[in-house]
């Protein structure tokens, strides 16, 4: 199982994106690129084959690599990709700390990891904001 993922840094905390996707090419990856980043974006990368299109992307203003079989962080430009690792490492963890999960769910739970993110920073604002969002879902 592949897992695909974006962070966007112009957050504070930076606001993360995962998608489970049944192949690492471009022809799957680009689009997910092109539908989630904004006009203007910047983006930071390893060097794997399925990028090397990235910058003539419609929304992307750059684009910077890192070899990592080189650096974790290239020496010349500072281009590095730990933010996007933090995320993941953090997705990760709360899979872990749910002992284990069928496959067939996680992409809930990748779902429901990003909706805290954005939304449930507090037990208080995690059940007034689902109850918003359900309220908009179905309207009365």
């Known amino acids: 199982m592949w897992v695909f993922g974006l962070e966007d840094t112009s957050h504070t905390p930076a606001l993360g994106y995962v998608q489970i996707v049944q ?11 092109q539908k989630h980043v904004h006009s203007g974006t910047e983006i930071h ?3 794997w084959r399925a ?11 750059s684009h910077s690599t890192v070899n990592h079989s080189l650096s974790f962080v290239d020496p010349l430009t500072g281009t590095h990709t730990q933010h996007i690792e933090s995320y993941w490492n953090r997705v990760k963890l709360k899979l872990k ?5 069928h496959s067939h769910q996680i992409p809930s739970y ?7 993110e954005r939304y449930g920073q507090t037990s208080g604002s995690k059940w007034t904001n689902i109850l918003n969002d ?7």
């Open 51 to 61: 990028y090397r299109r990235v910058a003539a992307l419609p929304p992307v203003s």
């Open 110 to 116: 990748l779902d429901e990891f990003m909706w805290k």
């Open 97 to 101: 700390r749910m002992k284990g999960c």
């Open 45 to 47: 990368s390893d060097q």
């Open 134 to 140: 359900i309220a908009t879902q179905y309207p009365v």
């Open 23 to 33: 192949c690492r090419d471009a022809a799957t990856l680009l689009p997910i690129i």
